[in-house]
């Protein structure tokens, strides 16, 4: 299988997983007013279970290196097969939250918030199960990073008081919720696997091709309980149904599928790079995700238009403050 041999290399594939986490929601964006995201969201975990198994099939399963995929699944110990369930049904609940608020709040607004907590607790739960990197520079970057998300977050309390905005509290509170849940998953499907040893993973220990393949299994699934219950219960609007997803065109369903897939690129990198990079590093500069989505939501989306000099000059700090942080969270590896 594939294995990331260096820290330079696995920052690269750090990085490609932000740019990938901080655009997947664009592929919702282009469908919203016109395909609910409860519909949308099937066709996204369908395009994140499909980018595992072809990523397991094909990068997991070539070369001399490590165990292939039809092996190591075999092999794997039913309790690290759990906990990447586990944690593939807590993100979903987490993510699905996200994506609300991303249809009613905004991209600006929902990812700073949510996917900033749970950067902040997410390093913090993964440098406690597996302490690799300089703890100061990391911890440094991090609190840089809180800094950038609580001015997005005063930028946007800002704007909203200059134009039209419904129900803002409650799609922050939501972003809060989607933030504290997202933070726990990673370590969930990191204690599966050997993070020491990709070549010659332990006995029992899942590679993270496995790893992800296990953990898109238990989005899927869990979609059965959490986006059935938001179709017949939204949290916003009338109800749908199945029907309506059955009725929506091949083009639509293939935007959720290719938004899925993004996202899935991007975490089946960010696994690969955690053995060389440490969980706390790999999930930290994957979470840079948030400035990739704040940059996406300013500048193409527009979602500040109309925002005065006071929010500019505060969305540029953020900016300014994101970028320092991350460079010390990399620099925290060496």
Same mark, same amino acid.
């Given at each position: ?89 807590v993100f979903n609940l987490a993510n699905i939250l996200l994506t609300a608020a991303i ?56 704007y909203a008081g200059n134009v039209e905005k419904k129900n803002v509290t409650k799609w ?46 238990? !989005?899927?699934?869990?979609?059965? @309980? *959490? /986006? &059935?219950? $938001? ?5 916003? #609007? ?76 505060? !969305?540029?700090?953020?900016?300014? @403050? *994101? /970028? &320092?942080? $991350? ?5 925290? #590896?060496?």
């Amino acid at each position: 299988m594939f294995i990331v041999e260096s820290y330079p290399m696995a920052v690269i594939f750090c990085i490609v997983t932000m740019i990938c986490w901080g655009s997947w929601a664009n592929t919702q964006k282009i469908v919203q007013g016109r395909w609910r995201f409860e519909l949308f969201y099937w066709d996204y975990a369908l395009g994140i279970f499909l980018l595992a198994l072809v990523g397991a099939l094909t990068m997991g399963s070539t070369g001399t290196s490590g165990r292939g995929f039809i092996d190591d699944i075999q092999q794997a110990d039913s309790g690290n097969i759990i906990n990447a369930l586990i944690g593939g049904v807590v993100f979903n609940l987490a993510n699905i939250l996200l994506t609300a608020a991303i249809a009613n709040a905004g991209m600006a607004v929902a990812f700073p918030i949510g996917i900033g907590i749970a950067l902040i607790i997410g390093v913090l739960i993964n440098y406690l199960m597996h302490s690799k990197g300089d703890p100061y520079l990391l911890f440094i970057g991090v609190f840089l990073v809180t800094v950038a998300i609580v001015l997005n977050a005063t930028a946007y309390k800002r704007y909203a008081g200059n134009v039209e905005k419904k129900n803002v509290t409650k799609w922050v509170v939501v972003s809060v919720v989607a933030g504290i849940l997202m933070s726990t998953f990673y370590s969930f499907v990191a204690s599966g696997m050997d993070l020491d040893n990709f070549v010659s993973p332990a006995a029992g220990k899942m590679t993270p091709y496995t790893a992800f393949v296990i953990f898109a299994s238990g !989005i899927l699934v869990s979609n059965l @309980l *959490f /986006v &059935t219950y $938001l179709m017949y219960n939204p949290l916003e #609007g009338g109800p749908t149904d199945y029907k309506a997803y059955f009725k929506g065109n091949f083009g639509t369903h293939i935007i959720g599928i290719i938004g899925g897939s993004i996202w899935g690129l991007g975490n089946l990198f960010n696994l690969i790079a955690a053995g060389k990079a440490g969980p706390a590093i790999s999930y930290g500069l994957g979470q840079g995700a948030t400035m990739v989505a704040a940059l996406w939501g300013v500048v193409i989306w527009k979602e500040f238009k109309g925002g005065d000099k006071t929010i500019s000059l505060l !969305i540029k700090w953020m900016m300014a @403050l *994101f /970028v &320092t942080g $991350l460079g010390l969270i990399i620099a925290s #590896g060496n």
